[in-house]
Structures are given as structure tokens and as C-alpha cells.
């Protein structure tokens, strides 16, 4: 066989010119993920993929072989030290729940190049930053100490505050004030006696809130949740993990096995006092865990309410790992010679509790956070939600709403407009819940536009306005309170005109205090509708007020009276 050796020569050198060839220089690199959020609950074998470019001088961009990107992950924000993610090549797969950030690394012998991008991991059955989650009072038996007798609560009859069908009602209203979003009810004090009593019991029902048709009350609130579902409305229970009282059928069980927290000295630590002369201990998550009845007062609460288990979720209330007075629960277990309990080994415990309630089915949220544990703890990727939320800025510009979600920020006002703040319902319910006075007031200022905020990203500050992604942005214009997506207004002060998402092509409009011919953009969505049906909402349902409204320009002119909101349909 002849071979002609100058066509192979010249191969050969070519591969070689190639070999030798620099790699193209690159101003930076970019890295992307295809999933930038993860949730290994709800779609358990999911996972993101990475993608690196580098971008050259002139501006193009030009994929890189994942083989020449090195990758590492290092969590951002995370209860505890676990990794938030696993890196297999460019495929990340989500672990706990928190922020992990993922850096791109790209050298040659010229230049090394670095990109991160940011992977958030949410291990929730539920989105808390889409729903509006509120609590509704039972009752509480018992007369109150003297420092709690100014409380609303004991301002009035409190024996008995709403049974479970007038919890239906409530349910009803709540869901036409706020035009069907979506809602989760706790129920506060539905156990015998009412709040905070029987624990650290939770196996009976209080019999004075059964409907007259049900032989049981256990019947009743099993009535209640699944006829809560026909209003938008998850319906849930408020729980406490950690309050015991002497009163409990569990009480002598716990002290013998030694669970009841004690003070440095050994004796039963009395945690405080609501009720007159019922004093109040905790419970060392430690000690009942070990010993296996932590998870024995699960599985019997969820056997005795199956219907829980479609809602995916419970409030835990009072998740503290600390007392008012002590450095921990117990300093009596604390010490090392009793088992060393810690505040940091209570906390390792709850981190249990959290992750057993979820291989349950349920999402734990909670009172609040960086409160009573230790210093910089949030729970941030165990619980989705917390009752009051910081109001710290920095920390809400980090942590996304989806991943920590917020009831209020403020127990005098409805915090700070920019970020945004829900309702939680509980003390408008306990003043009057049979006309719920300044219900809708206070859903149109704060969880509507929290609402539409909370799906996207806090991109950063510039001056004391807040940019969210999508271009939108909230801060204060010319002395007014102004949320806007370029010239579509949400938000002027207290005149409100936000996209409900929730119902799809459909517009909320509220004013404080009223306005005549007022002209609004509608949001681009809206082009070539040229025509609108406006309802009045009410806590009966929406009333029909015109039907075939003209629109011009994308916009539309409204006339409010004070206090009123509508709904903008298309037609």
C-alpha cells in the first residue's frame, strides 16, 4: 500500500498549530443556572443545570466546555453546617434548605476568571410568600394574671370566642373580602380548655366549640377543615411544642421521665404564669425527643386529624430554645454531668422536630425568628414562615421572601411599603368577627401589594428606593408612596390598583380616602381589552357596579369612595 506523505505532514501540523493555539482571551465569564430555585420536597429527583460563557471583547459570547470550569458551592444562608447543595459536574442537586452560592472557575495560562450565581433551596409544601396566613382565637378558660387583664383577649367574655361553625363564617367573609386568595387559618386554642392549656398534651378537642349536630368536637373541627377548602381556605392548627402545665394528662408521665425543665439546682423551673394559678414549665425538646414522645405527640395529632395532612402545614408556637430569664431551657440538663443540654443541643433537636414534622408531610411556621436562640439563628430553610418578621432591611434585601416568608413587621403600623408586610387577621377577628371592622382596609394596604412583591427577586437600594426584577420598584417620589412598573402605578400613598394575581387578568382597586375620575394605566397585559366590568367588593360577596366600561389608551377612570375596593374584570 503507497501512502502520499505530504498530505499527511500537513494533517499533522495542522493538528498541531491547533494544539498549540491560545484560547481566546474573555473579558469575564457568566454563569447561569436552568433552575435557580430548587425544591427537593415537592420534586425530589430535580436538579439544576450550569452553564458558563465568556464574553470577548467585541461582545460575543461563547459557551465553555464544562470540562475547563472548575465548580465549587458554599452555602450563603442555612440553619446549621450542612451543605445546602451536592455539585456533580455542572449539576447541582438541592440538599437543605437555604442559599448556596456557586462560583465558576476558568484559567488558562493567560488569565483566571471567576462568576457566581446564587441557588436557592426550598424544602416547602406550600408557598407562604403566595397566601395570606392568619389565626383565629377560640378561646382561653381561666382568669388572667394581673399584668394580662388589659390584653384584648381577656377585655371581654373569653371562655368560649368562636366555635367551629361561627369559624366557618368567619372563613366565608374573610374569603369575599379578600376575593378568594389563597388563605391558611391556625386555629388558636381548640383544644379542651382552650389556649394554652392541656399541654404538653393535644389529644382532645375542646367540646365546648362542637357544632349540635356532631356527637364530638373532634367531629366538628374534622367538619371545619374540609368545608374550609371551599373557601380558598386551608384551615390548620396552632400548636406548642415546648409548654407544659400541671393540669396535663401527659404532666406525670414527663416528670417521671424527666423531661420537665429544672433549674440549676434541680427543681421544676416555673417558665412564667397567664392564667391565675396555673403556673406554666417548659419542656427540654432533648430530653422528650430521646425518649421518643416528641414523635409519639406527632403521629397521634395527625391520626387524630387526617384532614391535616392535604393542608401540609402547622404553626408551632413559641419554637424557643431559650426561657425569658435562663440561657437555655433547662440548666439543670445543661450541665454536663446531667447530659450536657445546651442551648445549641436544644437547637440541633428542633432542627429534628422540623425535619420529622416535614418527612410527615407538614411545613412548620412559626412566631418568629432570631429570637430566644442563639445568636444569627432564624431557622432560615426549616421554616417558611414566620409570624413577625424582622424589619431589619439588610436582611430582607438577602433573604427572599420565597424562602422566608412574612406575617407583619410592625406591631403599630403596617411597616415599611417598600418590602412589603401581610395581615395576620387574629386581633380583627377577636374584636368583632361577625362585621370584621377594617378587614379589607387593611388587606388592600399590605398583603395585596405584598402580594405582587414577594414573587420577585430584591435586586438592591439606590438611595431609599427598592428595585425588584421585572423593573419594578418601590420608594417615595415627590413626597408620595409610589410602587410602580415603569408607568403602570400600583401604588400612590393610599390609592391602590394591583394586578390580583391570584385570579389571573383581574385588577384590585382600593382608596383610603376616595377620589373622583381618577385615570389609571393598566398593566400591559391588559392591551387591546377595550372593555371592563367593575364589582364592589363586600363582606357578602361582590356587587355588580358597571358593566361594558370603555377603555382608552390601556386605561381605565375610576371614581372610589372612601374606604371601597373593586374588582376590574375584562370583558
Keep these: 500500500m503507497k501512502y502520499h506523505l505530504l498530505p499527511v505532514l500537513l494533517v499533522l501540523f495542522a493538528f498541531r498549530l491547533n494544539a498549540q493555539a491560545p484560547k481566546p482571551a474573555y473579558q469575564y465569564i457568566r454563569i447561569e443556572a436552568d433552575k435557580p430555585v430548587l425544591n427537593p420536597v415537592l420534586h425530589p429527583d430535580e436538579k439544576a443545570t450550569l452553564r458558563v460563557t465568556g464574553v470577548l471583547r467585541d461582545g460575543r459570547a461563547v459557551p465553555l466546555k464544562i470540562g475547563d470550569v472548575h465548580f465549587n458551592a458554599k452555602n450563603r444562608i442555612t440553619s446549621g453546617n450542612a451543605p445546602v447543595v451536592t455539585l456533580t459536574g455542572n449539576q447541582v442537586t438541592g440538599r437543605e434548605g437555604g442559599i448556596a452560592t456557586i462560583t465558576a472557575l476558568y484559567s488558562t495560562g493567560s488569565q483566571t476568571l471567576t462568576a457566581t450565581t446564587d441557588i436557592t433551596v426550598r424544602p416547602y409544601y406550600r408557598d407562604y410568600h403566595q397566601a395570606l396566613v392568619m389565626k383565629l382565637m377560640m378561646g382561653m378558660e381561666g382568669e388572667p394574671v394581673e399584668r394580662l387583664r388589659k390584653e384584648p383577649l381577656f377585655a371581654r367574655q373569653h371562655d368560649v370566642i368562636c366555635t367551629f361553625e361561627q369559624a366557618l363564617e368567619v372563613i366565608r367573609k374573610t374569603d369575599n373580602l379578600t376575593n378568594g386568595i389563597p388563605k391558611i387559618l391556625y386555629l388558636v386554642g381548640w383544644q379542651k380548655g382552650g389556649h394554652d392549656h392541656q399541654y404538653p398534651a393535644w389529644d382532645e378537642v375542646n367540646p365546648r366549640l362542637k357544632r349540635a349536630q356532631d356527637a364530638t368536637a373532634l367531629e366538628s373541627l374534622r367538619w371545619l377543615i374540609r368545608e374550609g377548602r371551599k373557601y380558598n381556605t386551608t384551615v390548620s392548627l396552632h400548636i406548642n411544642m415546648v409548654d407544659a402545665y400541671r393540669h396535663s394528662p401527659l404532666w406525670d408521665e414527663y416528670v417521671k421521665r424527666d423531661i420537665i425543665a429544672k433549674d440549676k439546682n434541680g427543681k421544676l423551673l416555673v417558665a412564667g404564669m397567664q392564667i391565675q394559678g396555673d403556673s406554666m414549665y417548659h419542656v427540654s425538646y432533648t430530653r422528650e425527643w430521646d425518649q421518643g414522645l416528641g414523635q409519639k405527640r406527632i403521629d397521634a395529632l395527625i391520626e387524630m386529624v387526617p384532614e391535616l395532612k392535604e393542608g401540609k402545614t402547622i404553626h408551632v408556637d413559641v419554637f424557643v430554645a431559650k426561657g425569658e430569664h435562663e440561657e437555655t431551657i433547662s440548666p439543670w ?90 395581615m395576620q387577621g387574629e386581633e380583627i377577628f377577636l374584636k368583632d368577627k361577625d362585621n370584621l371592622p377594617g378587614f379589607m382596609a387593611q388587606f388592600c394596604r399590605t398583603t395585596l401589594p405584598w402580594y405582587y412583591l414577594s414573587r420577585l427577586s430584591r435586586v438592591g437600594m439606590a438611595g431609599d428606593t427598592l428595585f425588584y426584577s421585572e423593573g419594578v420598584r418601590a420608594g417615595v417620589e415627590n413626597g408620595h408612596r409610589v410602587i410602580r412598573k415603569g408607568a403602570f402605578i400600583l401604588r400612590d400613598n393610599d390609592d391602590f390598583f394591583v394586578p390580583a394575581l391570584w385570579q389571573g387578568k383581574q385588577i384590585m382597586a382600593y382608596s383610603e380616602h376616595g377620589y373622583d375620575k381618577r385615570r389609571w394605566l393598566l398593566p400591559a397585559e391588559w392591551k387591546g381589552t377595550s372593555r371592563a366590568a367593575i364589582y364592589e367588593i363586600g363582606i357578602d360577596g361582590r356587587k355588580l357596579l358597571e358593566k361594558g366600561k370603555v377603555l382608552t389608551g390601556n386605561a381605565i377612570e375610576l371614581s372610589l369612595r372612601p374606604g371601597t375596593a373593586v374588582m376590574i374584570l375584562p370583558e
Design 333 to 422: 440538663h445543661a450541665k454536663k454531668e446531667n447530659g450536657g443540654i445546651d442551648i445549641y443541643k436544644e437547637v440541633e433537636t428542633q432542627r429534628k422536630i422540623f425535619k420529622y414534622w416535614r418527612a410527615k408531610g407538614f411545613d412548620v411556621t412559626g412566631e418568629g425568628i432570631f429570637w430566644a436562640h442563639p445568636p444569627g439563628e432564624g431557622f432560615t430553610g426549616l421554616q417558611p414562615m414566620s409570624w413577625w418578621y424582622p424589619d431589619d432591611a439588610a436582611y430582607q434585601l438577602e433573604t427572599p421572601e420565597m424562602l422566608s416568608a412574612r406575617g407583619r413587621t410592625s406591631r403599630k403600623d403596617d411597616g415599611d411599603f417598600r418590602f412589603g408586610s401581610s
